[in-house]
């Protein structure tokens, strides 16, 4: 009786408190129409915080990261504008750790990922011209469109040619 009072306290809008001010005492987060309630009166980053807090975040989640959001003075977050910007936080924080784990790439390895890029668009523009013989028959390489496709191909193909021995030396 009270979850469904408090849905409709919030889907009144203009009678219930901003939504970065309900309590989260007062809202069952496994009950997702009220989330969603709640996700639908914030703004797009907010409602996605929201929805990252309970779902990942919230101890009784069931993808629940392990790992509590806590204040500074080291109790739960009480409002839900306080459980988005811990959670905000603590996914920023997730980023930068991942990122500086990674550390830089290898040139090697840069040289080695800007070679299948060009890989990859040498394979579209094959495609590009299989689809314009497959639409003109012969008459396709008389088409402005596959004057264009060449161009690209031979661009490509000399940039391949220059990075080979880069990519594919045995040196370190």
């Excluded at 919030?10 to 997702?32: E, F, K």
């Excluded at 309630?37 to 975040?57: C, N, T």
């Amino acid at each position: 009786m009270a979850r469904a009072f408090l849905l409709f306290v919030i889907v009144l809008g203009s009678c219930a408190p901003q939504a970065r001010d309900i309590s989260l005492s007062s809202v069952d987060l496994s009950d997702m129409q009220t989330v969603q309630a709640i996700q639908k009166q914030l703004g797009p980053r907010d409602g996605a915080a929201f929805a990252d807090f309970v779902v990942r975040h919230h101890v009784k989640s069931a993808s629940y990261c392990g790992d509590p959001l806590v204040r500074a003075d080291g109790e739960a977050p009480e409002t839900v504008g306080e459980a988005i910007d811990l959670s905000v936080r603590r996914d920023a924080l997730e980023r930068q750790a991942s990122l500086e784990t990674k550390g830089p790439k290898h040139p090697r390895e840069l040289a080695k990922e800007a070679w299948d890029g060009l890989i990859r668009d040498r394979d579209i523009l094959v495609d590009a011209k299989a689809r314009l013989s497959s639409e003109y028959g012969s008459g396709a390489e008389r088409r402005p469109e596959w004057t264009a496709v060449e161009r690209r191909m031979a661009e490509i193909d000399k940039k391949l040619v220059a990075m080979k021995p880069t990519v594919f030396s045995s040196g370190s």
